[in-house]
């Protein structure tokens, strides 16, 4: 059989035991992870709730190493709110499978817009998280009968956690930092020696709003990721937007572990305004790393919709991150 093809089939008992199943405690990326972190960041950072001038709901779906089983992927369903006196509110689900691994997680953030000038704004936000793990490793392909750990599935109950974050914002700039989850709570399955701690996030991002002519804007970000044992990220993305309607433009992703090869991915994003209210994005990923011996294709999708709001406006903030 050929090796690659020997590897694609066995890659979820892989990342299973390397990310599930390890002695003691397992610690890697526990929070959903997306290209398009522009496109909704209060994903990330419970500061953005109410951050837009208009409400928003979306859906926005990850299929990462595609066509390699077990591989990651994750789908979100979320909303955005503005509140009275200067509020915000969001909500999200979302759905994480990593081989027989499925990660459920329920949040809902509030935060409080400031002015600080007469062109910047500030926001603080808190966040309420509810999560369930579960291991179904009865669907795992059993190369050994008589090994027990595969004839159970896993359940580690419901977990609470909170979360919180800060953003700085203007028309033309802005600058975020966050702890999506605060408490390193553990979570444990009954009858079982699995541990699963969870581990430490901090995301820190920034970007710009240049105006290049009267119909082009040019829109450059980045976002620093910093996970527990797990090699720092830094993304790189340069956006042009035309006539607030087609956006456009490439991504890289690095990693700081390995001086001999700190890019992990590239890709591209196109996002299309479309009757008035909704929007489409994709982001295409290609792999720099090892898999790309096994897939070179990472795919991403958002549909959103926005419709305005009655509350108070708050200084516009580059519509693309907010």
Do not use: C
């Not at 975020?176 to 399955?189: C, D, I």
């Amino acid at each position: 059989m050929n090796l690659n093809i020997l590897a694609m089939k066995h890659v979820s008992i892989i990342l299973f035991l390397l990310l599930f199943l390890m002695p003691g405690q397992s610690k890697a990326q526990q929070e959903p992870m997306f290209g398009q972190y522009m496109f909704n960041v209060s994903v990330i950072n419970p500061a953005q709730a109410g951050g837009n001038n208009a409400n928003q709901w979306g859906v926005l779906s990850r299929h990462q190493w595609l066509g390699v089983d077990g591989a990651p992927e994750t789908q979100t369903v979320f909303a955005n709110f503005r509140l009275p006196r200067r509020l915000g509110m969001s909500v999200g689900i979302h759905h994480d499978r990593l081989g027989p691994e499925v990660h459920l997680q329920l949040q809902t953030d509030l935060a409080y817009h400031a002015r600080i000038s007469d062109n910047f704004n500030i926001s603080a936000g808190v966040r309420l998280v509810g999560s369930h793990l579960r291991a179904n490793l009865t669907d795992v392909p059993n190369v050994d009968p008589n090994n027990p750990i595969f004839n159970d599935d896993l359940s580690s109950g419901l977990m609470f956690n909170a979360g919180a974050g800060l953003l700085a914002y203007s028309d033309k700039a802005f600058f975020g930092v966050s702890v999506p989850k605060v408490f390193r709570t553990q979570m444990t399955v009954s009858d079982s020696d699995f541990r699963k701690k969870q581990a430490t996030h901090m995301f820190a991002y920034a970007g710009l709003n240049i105006d290049l002519s009267d119909e082009f804007l040019f829109i450059p970000s980045t976002m620093f990721r910093y996970v527990d044992d797990t090699p720092i990220q830094l993304d790189l993305n340069t956006v042009f937007s035309f006539r607030n309607t087609l956006d456009f433009g490439p991504m890289i992703r690095t990693n700081f572990t390995d001086a001999n090869d700190w890019f992990d991915a590239v890709g591209f994003l196109i996002g299309i305004q479309f009757l008035e209210k909704w929007y489409f994005g994709y982001m295409y990923e290609y792999p720099l790393s090892d898999i790309q011996n096994l897939t070179k294709q990472t795919h991403e999708v958002t549909l959103r919709f926005s419709w305005d709001t009655v509350r108070e406006t708050f200084i516009r903030s580059p519509r693309f991150f907010l």
